[in-house]
């Protein structure tokens, strides 16, 4: 259980910073754009987990995943914040008119 607490707080601390740092481009409602900055935002999170953060806090699904595998965690978790940006904006857009 603390291990999905931390992981749930982790992915909600990036998702913040991704809507902070690109919400208005997010606002454009462009499918490309938004995956270009879901894909930045995971790049940064992927680079702050294993280069900038001590080996004793590190995520630790390297230790379980190979290379392969630990890339598509990191693909899936870009997929998700690009799709609930969308998804958020679609709902926003439909409940505006």
């Known amino acids: 259980m603390p291990g999905y607490l931390i992981h749930h707080a982790s992915a909600t601390f990036w998702a913040v910073l991704f809507e902070r740092f690109f919400g208005s481009l997010l606002d454009k409602k462009q499918a ?5 900055a879901a894909t930045a935002a995971t790049a940064v999170a992927c680079f702050t987990d ?3 953060t001590p080996q004793r806090l590190h ?31 679609r709902h ?3 409940t505006a008119h």
């Open 32 to 36: 490309a754009l938004t995956l270009k």
């Open 50 to 52: 294993y280069q900038l």
């Open 59 to 89: 995520p630790g699904f390297e230790k379980r995943l190979s290379t392969p595998a630990l890339a598509v965690v990191y693909l899936s978790f870009g997929i998700g914040l690009a799709a609930g940006a969308m998804l958020c904006r």
């Open 92 to 94: 926003l857009m439909l």
